[in-house]
């Protein structure tokens, strides 16, 4: 029998601090798969640090691992008997590249109808809907795009999530949001997507922001 999915999207981190429990256990009992694999694209690792940090003071049960260069046979061994899936930010090419050449997409989708939660923040976000075309929207020569040029991601959600989000961004957004197929939800670093199922609902502080 296939269980429904459970899937939370951050825009950061940060959002853990002030929600320890999300799910019907607190994130210290869920054993966490920490999926780095986003952070070799860029080169500030300021923030990985401090989610290792976090994780350590709050004693949660993680591993860290990169997919990159892993056969789909290897991801799936690699996440075999974790609660949660957490992939971080960083890259959003870089890690969409990745996620494709192991198939980690297919095995993700196995271990959602298996029960395992699967979480991403910023990047590890992105790459969870059906493109990562946001990515683009600001900062669009900061990343290198690592000749990705089919945006297509992994399609977990049926919209697009737009992270960081600051109020000096509200133009470029909304010219994004205009020029999209798709629904987009926008989150600060307070916030994150909660869906399970077909139930979808904005957790965190803050109300929704609409452009």
């Given amino acids: 029998m296939k269980n429904t999915p459970k899937i939370l999207l951050l825009s950061s981190s940060r959002f853990l601090i002030n929600n320890p ?4 256990k607190p994130f210290r ?16 690792l300021s923030y990985i640090e401090r989610e290792r940090k976090f994780f350590k003071d709050e004693g949660y049960v993680y591993r860290e691992f990169d997919i990159d260069g892993l056969t789909e046979d290897e991801v799936r061994k690699m996440l075999l008997g974790f609660d949660i899936v957490y992939v971080t930010g960083g890259n959003s090419f870089y890690l969409l ?3 494709k050449e192991s198939k980690f997409d297919f095995v993700i989708k196995e271990l959602l109808e298996e029960g395992v939660i699967y979480m ?5 976000s992105y790459i969870a809907c059906p493109t990562i075309e946001m990515a683009k929207w600001k900062h669009q020569d900061k990343y290198n ?5 089919d945006l297509h991601a992994m399609n977990l959600v ?31 670093d307070e916030q994150a ?17 609409k452009l």
């Fill in 21 to 24: 429990k999300v799910f019907d």
């Fill in 29 to 44: 009992d869920l054993k966490m798969a920490y999926v780095t694999t986003a952070s070799k694209g860029v080169t500030n």
């Fill in 97 to 99: 590249k990745a996620i």
């Fill in 120 to 124: 991403g923040a910023s990047a590890g």
């Fill in 145 to 149: 795009h690592y000749k990705v040029e």
């Fill in 158 to 188: 049926p919209f697009l999530v737009s992270v960081h989000y600051a109020p000096e961004f509200d133009e470029v957004l909304k010219k994004g949001i205009q020029n999209s197929n798709l629904p987009v939800k926008v989150l600060t």
């Fill in 193 to 209: 997507v909660l869906i399970q199922g077909s139930d979808v609902k904005l957790i965190g502080k803050g109300n929704e922001i």
